[in-house]
């Protein structure tokens, strides 16, 4: 894969920036937020390789775009959830607010790759790598047999290899 | 889970999957010794194998060292409410969602996760007590946050979010500010304060109160009344309804009250989602409810009303029609 070439995505940016912030400015009420996304979205096209003919580029940006935004509210989704979490402990077990920003980094990284695997699949694959359970427990407690709890973990490391190894 | 060290060759997928279904077996917890011997020659036929194995065993690794400090629970639940944000939400109810959203985004940290910032704060499902100087004492209600300082001789609270009971001793003095209100309570007073989305409700139990705004109109409340405030407009003046310091006991009283309402209400107490499905949001169900123990209360629930609870992990919960 090689990056594109920074000409067209200059092109791109010059024709269809303003459309892309006002797009996204409506769909998140926000125009600070509308303008850092754009800018990630050309910044991912100049990372990435355009197809070699964009004959609906607003089409094309819009997707990457959305892809983004999706991105950024599991971000926050995930912020939430964690400072939730904090609220549980007590405050001189706090952790520092650099290990926060490190624990929310590798989750969401985590995140990353497991998206697009169904929750049940996760569940399964999460209960292996991280509580060490054997199938046969999983299956108990998620009520399945050990020949579903098998092929579910065969589909989640085929789908994290092809995350992490193949993008 | 970043890809192990610099390298990054391809591997024949043939090789991977062979792995993969090594891999599967050895975790299953019920291989065999033979089939741990063969795994282990299988590893040594050739370096491609042994790389294949040490990748799937790095996706693994990188999962429990990204995460370590944080329970396999508490990692899972994190996730979940990750994942939860689906696609279909962001392309289609963007509008709503984003706004609501974007409004905490580019606001303070403070607004956005009050009760970490504050000095006291209750997570889901917590009630605190606090006492302060010279009889004062208040108790948090669940995802509550308030700050306290002493200045010019006054102890002065600032409820950030959340709900709270603030009682006074004979002699106590105390200021109250929310994001909309002053709260001026005299002593021996015993008062709930509220802070809601855009007001804060004000409900006097025993003795009087002060409500000041920014621009200076007063109010004065008595026991028994409730009114509600934004920072300019005041609601309609009305008596207390019953069951309204409830709460402070760990129940929550319900008098035909729409189940939907109910539901709301429980949410707040309990970790996770709780979703109602609209078909049944008008049922209505009296009684007094546990709102330390909000599974218990929603499985009472589906004992008088013609519902069902479906939990999914048990951090999302949707109660609809039996």
Known sequence: MSPSSSNDVGELYLQHHSWIVAMLRRRLGNREQALDIAQDTFVKLLRSELPPLLREPRAYLCTVASRLCLQHFRRQALEAAYLDSLALIEPQHQPSEETRLLVLEALDAVGQVLDGLGSRVREIFLLSQLDGLIYPQIAEQLGLTVNVVQKAMLKAYRHCYAAVYQQ | MTPLASDESSLDPHVVEQAML????????????????????????SPAHEQAWQRLNGIGQGLRDGTRGLSAGNVRGLLQARALTSRRAVLKGFAGAGVLIASGYGVSQRSLMPTLFSDYGTSTGERRSLSFDSGVAVQLDTR?????????????????????????????????????????????????????????????????????????????????????????????????????????????????????????????????????????????????????QPEASLDLLTQVLPIRVQRVFGYWASVVPA
Do not use: K
């Open chain 2, 22 to 45: 090594w891999m599967v077996r050895l975790q299953s917890g019920v291989s065999s010794a033979g089939e741990q011997l063969a795994c282990q020659r299988w590893r040594q036929e």
């Open chain 2, 144 to 292: 509550s946050a308030l700050d306290s300082e002493f200045a010019a001789g006054l102890r002065v609270l600032t409820l950030n979010q959340g709900r709270m009971l603030l009682t006074l001793q004979q002699g106590a003095q105390v200021a109250l500010r929310t994001a909309d209100v002053w709260v001026r309570p005299q002593p021996l007073a015993r008062l709930l304060v509220s802070q809601e989305r855009s007001a804060t409700l004000v409900q006097l139990l025993d003795g009087g109160a002060r409500v000041e705004q920014p621009r200076g109109q007063r109010f004065e409340l008595r026991a028994g009344w409730q009114q509600r405030f934004s920072d300019s407009l005041a609601g309609a003046l009305a008596p207390l309804p019953a069951g309204a310091a409830a709460w402070t006991q760990g129940l929550l009283l319900a008098e035909r009250l729409p189940l939907g309402q109910l539901l709301t209400e429980l949410d707040r107490y309990r970790p996770g989602v709780l979703r109602c499905d609209p078909r049944i949001a008008n049922l209505q169900a009296s009684g007094s409810f546990s709102i330390d």
